[in-house]
């Protein structure tokens, strides 16, 4: 039961339904109030993938959401074209993906998991889970990044499977942190 008064807002949370909406709107405007202080422009990049989590090539867009300390968390979004296989045809991947740089500096250890989702030319639909182990330098000064990577892809529509892929990236950032 809500009951407003001018100047006064009371919230009564004796009612079961109150409680969980209460806490959401409470953890919201904390969230808000929490990030929403900080004047730190997140980081943003393109780069061009080499094999690695979208196949045989992928262009990506990825942006930083959080960055404590020696560790950054960003996401990605991507697309590919790959040849599947006759039945098949030719595959449209977008990988999309969480990963955490850990390091100080310009030497940086990546680790990431995703979903890499394909959608063929013959309409089939699909789904692998894409992980990423590798190694990131970014310099400070400089909006250019090279990446090399590690980037397992599982399957377990059939049965479970590891298909080992590497690879190799170059990326432009397109804004630099600023504080």
Known sequence: MVQVNPG???INLSTPSMKPTFFLIYLTLIT???FGQSNIT???SIFLEIAGSGGIGSINFEKQFLKKENVEFTWRAGLSLAPI???NGTGIVFPLMLHSLIGKN???LELGLGQGI???TKGSFFT???ATLG???QSENKKWFYRVTYTPLFSYIIDFQIQHWCGVSIGYTLNKNTR
């Open 128 to 130: 692998l889970t894409t």
């Open 135 to 137: 190694y990131r330098y």
């Open 118 to 120: 394909t959608i063929t």
């Open 8 to 10: 006064l807002l009371i």
């Open 42 to 44: 997140k980081r943003k």
């Open 106 to 108: 310009s030497h940086k």
């Open 32 to 34: 808000t109030w929490m």
């Open 85 to 87: 296989d006759k039945n």
